[in-house]
């Protein structure tokens, strides 16, 4: 049974950092697939937010987030990690990660989702 377990989330000012973490079991194939950021905010649609290739030399990020998220990966112990710098009241929502059943670099969307964790939230106060 595959699962995904994030963490990491919390509470945090405006101009605040967190470090969100994803532990994936149960999936042999994490070590060649791509993973992704995901976030929902109340009442919006799940939008992508960030996508590693299986290696981690490759990544892409939303617009809204570039250069402030960093994505990464550890494959020895199936771990995909963000990064969040300077945390915007906008950045508010729940985060997900996602294993990749179709690895693109043109766009982040859900349709592209194999596994879903259950997410963690991020709150940012301004």
């Known amino acids: 049974q595959v699962q995904l377990v994030e963490s990491g989330g919390g509470s945090v000012q405006a101009g605040g950092s967190l470090r969100l973490s994803c532990v994936v079991s149960?999936?042999?194939?994490?070590?060649?697939?791509?993973m992704d950021w995901f976030r929902q905010a109340p009442g919006k649609e799940r939008g992508g937010v960030a996508r590693?290739?299986?290696?981690?030399?490759?990544?892409l990020y939303a617009d809204s987030v570039k250069g402030r998220f960093t994505i990464s990966r550890d494959n020895a112990n199936t771990t995909v990690y963000l990064q969040m710098n300077d945390l915007k009241p906008e950045d508010t929502a729940m985060y997900y990660c996602?294993?990749?059943?179709?690895?693109?670099?043109?766009?982040?969307?859900?349709?592209?989702?194999?596994?879903w964790g259950q997410g963690t939230q991020v709150t940012v106060s301004s």
């Open positions: 996602a294993t990749v059943g179709r690895c693109g670099w043109t766009s982040i969307t859900a349709t592209d989702v194999r596994y």
């Open positions: 149960g999936y042999g194939f994490f070590s060649t697939a791509c």
């Open positions: 590693i290739s299986n290696g981690g030399g490759v990544t």
